[in-house]
């Protein structure tokens, strides 16, 4: 049921990476969430399939990007000008039905995590 997500890694600030999220079935809504050391999880980016409309965090805004492919079943998030701030788990979540509430919230089921390092 658990969301696979892929292609963490470490990279140097300004650098540029793409995680994968595959869902394990059909989702009302997908999103990505970032959890850095210390700190509480919080959302990064959320697309609602149906209305095609997506969220984003102020704080990525302009350097991620969703997109999805829809024939691999597969929900990107672009990262471009990383930076070290940046540097977290960032987990895929998968939410089944509409809910009430903000975008940064009301996922059902979420991925075990890829980490990303960004380095100064």
């Known amino acids: 049921v658990q969301p696979n997500e892929s292609g963490g890694g470490p990279v140097q600030a300004g650098g540029s990476l793409r995680l994968s999220c595959v869902p394990s079935?059909?989702?009302?809504?997908m999103g990505w969430f970032l959890q850095a050391p210390g700190n509480e999880r919080e959302a990064v980016a959320r697309i609602y399939f149906r209305s095609r409309v997506t969220y984003y965090s102020d704080s990525v805004k302009g350097r991620f990007t969703l997109s999805q492919d829809n024939t691999a079943n597969t929900l990107y998030l672009q990262m471009n000008n990383l930076k070290p701030e940046d540097t977290a788990m960032y987990y895929c979540?998968?939410?089944?039905?509409?809910?009430?509430?903000?975008?940064?919230?009301?996922?059902?089921?979420w991925g075990k995590g890829a980490l990303v390092t960004v380095s100064s």
């Open positions: 079935r059909s989702t009302y809504s």
């Open positions: 979540a998968a939410s089944l039905i509409p809910k009430a509430g903000s975008w940064s919230n009301g996922m059902d089921y």
